[in-house]
């Protein structure tokens, strides 16, 4: 399976992103995606998931600011990143897991990564 990120970019403080994560190759038809970010010198950080059954999670720091979505064929996942911050800076990575249970917030989980799209907020 590969996974390939885009969207990422230089936005000033309160400015939107919308990043997508293209899945293809021998991935099945179950599983759960995720997105993570990654800022230089702190450890990778789960942000939001969905399910196999479709349900999807946030972590308290995308809550009511990002939104994931996911096209009809699964094959693309999206983030919507609103009134962005200069702590949203970060690699930001989509993840896959081929399990089928509930997605994870633990990046341990996760079979296939994506090599990362870069955002930087500017205050």
């Known amino acids: 399976g590969q996974l390939v990120e885009s969207g990422g970019g230089s936005v000033q403080s309160g400015g939107s992103l919308r990043l997508s994560c293209a899945a293809s190759?021998?991935?099945?038809?179950?599983?759960?995606m995720g997105w993570f970010r990654q800022a230089p010198g702190k450890e990778r950080e789960w942000i939001s998931c969905?399910?196999?059954?479709?349900?999807?999670k946030y972590a308290d720091s995308a809550k009511g600011r990002f939104t994931l979505s996911q096209d009809s064929a699964k094959s693309t996942l999206y983030l919507q990143m609103n009134s962005l911050e200069p702590g949203d800076a970060a690699m930001y990575y989509c993840?896959?897991?081929?399990?089928?249970?509930?997605?994870?917030?633990?990046?341990?989980?996760?079979?296939?990564w994506g090599q990362g799209t870069q955002v930087t907020v500017s205050s």
């Open positions: 969905i399910a196999p059954d479709g349900r999807i």
């Open positions: 993840a896959l897991d081929t399990s089928a249970g509930p997605c994870s917030e633990y990046h341990g989980y996760y079979n296939y």
């Open positions: 190759g021998n991935i099945g038809s179950v599983f759960s």
